[in-house]
């Protein structure tokens, strides 16, 4: 049997996620594991069309495919993005398609389940049979259970290619209207009330729904708006992995493009952000990931907080919940709030217009008022696992984060010091285990859960 692996890490063989292929391919003796290290190889496999096509032969010979990646920001990195565009935009799917397919990555758990749903939904694109996704902690396999877990995920991978099992689609084809935005007059009503405005987005062609929609927002405003044509921003490479940055921020590439500086003047620096992009596959473009990942030279450390956003999207994008789940995942770790999305999905250009201004306002507005939305899960959850990683295991090499974290207070409930809490534990809790008491405390719970909150109504005038 012959398994190709399509190694998404920049790092190449220097990948973490690489040793759990080799411990899967080492318990598997009888079958051939070829790994092509497409994000490190990005650049050749894009301009040399003879290695591009030996990668889609290899994949036609073979009997399944692993996709095994590490997770970057809450998907893969913008060389595997780029990768899977090229299959498409290539017309190369159909080396895949009836392939069978696993996929596997290595990460810290952050969103590491948006990363699946993403390469799962691109499988199905594929016209492959997905067979299992398997997402270990970076350090899983120095573990039995891990070691385990990595055995019986090789283990069905094959065994489900060896008997043929039948699989099916998860994820509906996405379907794209055909339509032209065109917008009325713009009424530029929206003060910007000397609030700084930065709007970014990934070019689209002269003309495009995107390029339109932009031009739309910017229009809407009375006073200046920065635009900002990602394209356009001197970015020499995608983020390697190096970490560097963890010691005190600093990205290998500082001084060498302009990426650093543009994202600290111009982004770190606004009231207000619009993030405008075309869904390219099920994702933002390749070039957009290479900015988010690029992003990361702050690495755990949230640095839009207060800021206010929106996102403008053209395309699917109310058939990818996935990709509304990255995009606040990320924005509520960062501290932002997002005030909406608008796209041109759905609705005539009038009504867009009106969505589109609607927003602009919105956005505004709240700038202005410095409303926010709590954090959900989202971001509270996933703060909670980087403040983990960075108290323990990871702290060495994020050092930055530590000094940080320490300073915003991310640890003061790390441990929990709650005083007041701790104490009525010590009390309570050996209460209950009488059983009379239970009985009482137990009818009361409901009554006890609100008290706090009624005093709050309660204190309120009529
Ligand atoms: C730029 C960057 C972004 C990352 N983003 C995430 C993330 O969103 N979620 C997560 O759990 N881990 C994230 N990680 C951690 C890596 O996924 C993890 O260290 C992985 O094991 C690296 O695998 P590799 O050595 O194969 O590249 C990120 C690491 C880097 C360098």
Not at 27 to 47: A, D, T, V
Not at 48 to 56: G, H, N, R, S, W
């Amino acid at each position: 049997m012959k398994i190709i692996v399509l190694n998404g890490s920049p790092k190449g063989d220097t990948s973490v996620t690489m040793q759990y292929v080799h411990y899967v391919a080492k318990l598997n003796p009888g079958c051939e594991f070829k790994i092509y290290n497409i994000s490190q190889q990005i650049r050749k496999i894009e301009k040399d069309q003879a290695y591009f096509d030996e990668i889609l032969a290899q994949v036609r010979a073979a009997d399944g495919v692993l996709w095994a990646f590490p997770l970057y920001i809450l998907t893969v990195h913008a060389h595997y993005k780029r990768f899977i565009e090229l299959l498409f935009e290539r017309g190369a799917g159909e080396a895949f398609r009836d392939k069978y397919a696993a996929t596997l990555s290595t990460s810290i758990h952050f969103f590491d389940h948006t990363a699946h749903n993403y390469m799962h939904a691109i499988c199905d694109d594929l016209g492959m049979r997905f067979v299992d996704s398997f997402s270990p902690y970076m350090y899983d396999l120095t573990k039995l259970a891990g070691q385990e877990q990595t055995a019986g995920f090789g283990k069905r991978f094959l065994a489900a290619i060896e008997q043929q099992v039948p699989t099916q689609r998860q994820y509906a084809p996405l379907v794209r209207r055909e339509f032209v935005y065109q917008p009325g007059l713009a009424q530029a009503s929206v003060s910007t009330a000397g609030k700084r405005v930065v709007i970014l987005h990934d070019g689209g062609r002269p003309g495009s729904n995107l390029a339109t929609m932009v031009a739309r927002c910017r229009d809407a405003f009375a006073g200046p708006v920065q635009v900002v044509d990602l394209n356009d921003v001197l970015i020499k490479a995608s983020c390697q992995g190096c970490m560097r940055c963890g010691y005190n921020y600093h990205c290998a590439y500082e001084g060498k493009d302009g990426f650093i500086d543009f994202y600290r003047s111009t982004v770190m620096q606004a009231d207000v952000l619009v993030y405008a992009g075309t869904l390219v596959d099920r994702q933002l473009s390749s070039r957009w990931k290479m900015v988010l990942d690029r992003a990361f030279f702050n690495t755990h450390t949230p640095v839009l907080t207060g800021k206010q956003m929106a996102f403008v999207l053209s395309g699917p994008f109310s058939q990818n919940a996935n990709l509304r789940e990255v995009l606040l995942g990320y924005t509520e770790f960062q501290g932002a709030n997002v005030v909406g999305f608008a796209s041109d999905e759905f609705g005539s250009s009038a009504e867009i217009d009106a969505v589109l201004d609607g927003l602009m306002a919105a956005v505004l507005r709240a700038t202005l008022a410095a409303d926010s939305h709590p954090q959900t899960f989202r971001g509270i959850g996933g703060m909670k696992v980087f403040r983990d990683d960075i108290w323990g295991p990871l702290r060495m090499v994020f050092q930055a984060d530590h000094r940080a974290y320490r300073r915003l207070g991310f640890y003061r409930t790390f441990p929990q010091r709650d005083w007041n809490a701790l104490l009525t534990n010590a009390i309570m809790i050996p209460l209950t285990h009488l059983a009379g008491f239970r009985k009482e405390f137990v009818r009361r719970t409901p009554q006890e859960m609100i008290r706090p909150l009624r005093k709050v109504v309660g204190k309120m005038p009529a």
